[in-house]
């Protein structure tokens, strides 16, 4: 069954509202009419069944909860923060929708001396940013998710590395490293701290570069931040595909997928 979004705020009680391009889909696209049963999240963690009551001339769905529903999300053993080099449009709409996919708790794009695109104006960063969210929203939806990971404003690479520590694990992906597969240089590291982490999930920050990669000084930066640096064997990924794989090891080795 197809889920659908519904704000925290459109829940009253046991009664919920759609509206919007939701409500659209519920009506126009797959026809449900009242009686039907309609499964919610509302992007915090929380997923519901619903009974459709009510569809209004102007397209609204109004309705009651029939029941909670169990999250998947809840049970996750580690929050893995994807701090990916900002990408040109598709590939960057690509890293989000799998990194969604893959149970990413967030997205933060970072700005390198080789992030061939910087986002400048504040108003074009607003756009991209509507853009972004309705990627992971579309993404989401597809899998069943019922938290959306934010996606943060751009920021410095210096800036995003030096906020994460002390605030969990972080890990580097290096092309430096090529040869090195992930397995070999990762597996330990990963275990060690789940082994370490308590009754918490693991907070995992992953920085993957951009295209033209990390330079040398970004990556004694991040050594000197408590990095942990690792490879991804001895073929070159694009940058959205290292992120996806990268992510994927890291849920697999600490049991999210």
């Known amino acids: 069954m197809p889920q659908f979004f519904v704000a925290a705020a459109d829940i009253h009680k046991k009664s919920f509202r759609l509206t919007g391009p939701e409500a659209f889909h519920v009506v126009k696209v797959l026809r449900f009419c009242r009686g039907q049963s309609i ?4 992007g915090k963690g929380g997923r519901f069944e619903g009974v459709i009551e009510d569809i209004g001339s102007d397209g609204v769905v109004t309705g009651r909860i029939s029941a909670t529903l169990k999250a998947d999300d809840a049970r996750a053993p580690a929050r893995v923060h994807l701090h990916l080099g900002l ?4 590939h960057w709409d690509y890293a989000l929708e799998k ?4 149970g990413a708790a967030s997205f933060t794009p970072i700005l390198t001396p080789r992030t061939v695109v910087l986002l400048h104006e504040v108003e074009r960063a607003r756009a991209k940013q509507d853009r972004w969210a309705r990627v992971v929203m579309a993404a989401a939806k597809q899998c069943g998710r019922a938290e959306l990971p934010p996606v943060h404003e751009p920021r410095p690479f210096r800036d995003a590395m030096r906020a994460c ?6 890990l580097l992906a290096w092309e430096g490293m090529a040869g090195s597969t992930a397995g070999e240089s990762l597996r330990a590291v990963l275990r060690a701290a789940d082994a370490g982490r308590g009754a918490q999930a693991l907070e995992v920050h992953l920085f993957v570069g951009p295209e033209g990669g990390f330079t040398e000084e970004e990556v ?3 050594e000197t931040e408590g990095a942990e640096l690792f490879g ?3 073929r070159v990924l694009r940058a959205e595909t290292a992120a996806a794989a990268a992510t994927a090891i890291v849920q697999y080795e600490l049991g999210g997928l």
């Open 165 to 170: 520590k002390d605030r969990g694990l972080i």
């Open 232 to 234: 991804l064997g001895p």
């Open 39 to 42: 499964e919610l999240f509302d």
């Open 87 to 90: 990408l040109k449009s598709s």
């Open 99 to 102: 990194g969604t996919e893959l």
């Open 220 to 222: 004694e930066l991040a």
